[in-house]
Structures are given as C-alpha cells and as structure tokens.
T-cell receptor, first 114, second 113 residues
Framework: GAGVSQSPRYKVAKRGQDVALRCDPI?????LFWYQQALGQGPEFLTY????????KSGLPSDRFFAERPEGSVSTLKIQRTQQEDSAVYLC????????????FGPGTRLLVL | GENVEQHPSTLSVQEGDSAVIKCTYS??????FPWYKQELGKGPQLIID?????GEKKDQRIAVTLNKTAKHFSLHITETQPEDSAVYFC????????????FGQGTELSVKP
C-alpha cells in the first residue's frame, strides 16, 4: 500500500514568512511523529501524536512551531515567522501503535529560509 | 539527557568486505534499537531492529548485536555491495513516550566496486 507522503517536497521561504508542511501517514496508523533533520545530522524529535492528541511536544524548538492532527490522520506542521536556522529537512513518520513499533518515514520536506 | 553516539562518521570499504558501525546510548530505559538507511533525497528506511530481550538478530547480510550491560549496539553488513552505499543511522527509544526515536549522528558508508 501507499507509504507516508509529505508535501511540499521543497519549500523556499523568505525570512519572516509562515510555512505549513503536510504529512499523510499510512492509513490506520495511530501514531505520528515529526522530526527535524539538519544537514549532515541525524533526525531530531519534534512532536508526537496518538490519534488526534498531541502527547509530546517537548522537541519543538520554540513557540513559533505548531503542529496539529485534528482528525487523527493528516498532520500539519506550521512554522511562523521563519528564520534561517529553521532551514532543514522536516520528516514525518507513522507507526501502527507507537511504542517499540516500526516507524515508517516519509520523504521529507526540505525547507530553505532565505 | 538521552543521547546516542555513533561511530565512525564515514566508512569506506571494498565491495565484498564487511562493514561495522557502532553505537552507544545513555538512557538505560531504552529497549528498542532500530537501524535506518537513508539515501540522498529520501527519508530513512528501516533495515533491521532489535529489542532489549534479544542479544543478536540477523537478516541475510545484515546483523545487529546488543550489549545492554555496556549500552552498546552494532550493525554488521557482510559481503557489501555498491548499492549498500548510503548514510546509516542507529536509534534508541524507550517503551513509553510513544516510542520517540533518539538518533545517532549517522555513518556515511561508501562501498567501492
């Protein structure tokens, strides 16, 4: 079946602009994760949803970052007033249940803030 | 805080040789250890994982070993092929917190024909 999809694949934003990144998880997957991957680094956890509930947002770098999953399926990561240090690949992953389960990653959205 | 250290950062081998990548973790509550392969422009893809109740797991040319006492785990790739060239990441997670993954810094593996 279809894997995790993300859109857009690439986004160029001017500093100060707001951006919205979309994630479509694998159908039926309860858990959804967002990670941020800087160039040449491993992914770093941002936030986690179980269905529509955001259970952990400890990795969000600032209050400019906001994520939602209102119907327990598609998720959106929003970054307000983007800054150059927000430039990274944003990865979404989903898993059937969560704990100790395989996380399936999407291709990521590469964000470049100029 | 939780931390995963991964070595080496780059690894170059001849086709047919073996490759070994090592990781250490700091959180003794970690009990799930996946390995991901990431090719350029793509998301990480799971290649093998191991849970804390097992010391070793093998899948064809790929094997992973876990030493819980030393908090070490390693990836072994035998009979390497050029298509194994990619960046490999180890990760660790607890059983709670939804299973968020703490990743190592990555190893860029190059297999020369």
């Amino acid at each position: 079946g279809a894997g995790v999809s993300q859109s857009p694949r690439y986004k160029v934003a001017k500093r100060g602009q707001d951006v919205a990144l979309r994630c479509d998880p694998i159908s039926g997957h309860v858990s959804l994760f967002w990670y941020q991957q800087a160039l040449g680094q491993g992914p770093e956890f941002l936030t986690y949803f179980q269905n529509e509930a955001q259970l952990d947002k400890s990795g969000l770098p600032s209050d400019r970052f906001f994520a939602e999953r209102p119907e327990g399926s598609v998720s959106t990561l929003k970054i307000q007033r983007t800054q150059q240090e927000d430039s990274a690949v944003y990865l979404c992953a989903s898993s059937l249940l969560g704990q100790g389960e395989t996380q399936y990653f999407g291709p990521g959205t590469r964000l470049l803030v100029l | 805080g939780e931390n995963v250290e991964q070595h080496p950062s780059t690894l170059s081998v001849q086709e047919g040789d073996s490759a070994v990548i090592k990781c250490t973790y700091s959180d003794s509550a970690s009990n799930y250890f996946p390995w991901y392969k990431q090719e350029l422009g793509k998301g990480p893809q799971l290649i093998i994982d191991i849970r804390s109740n097992v010391g070793e797991k093998k899948d064809q040319r790929i094997a992973v070993t876990l030493n819980k006492t030393a908090k070490h785990f390693s990836l072994h790739i035998t009979e390497t092929q050029p298509e194994d060239s990619a960046v490999y990441f180890c990760a660790a997670s607890r059983g709670n917190q939804g299973g968020k993954l703490i990743f190592g810094q990555g190893t860029e593996l190059s297999v020369k024909p």
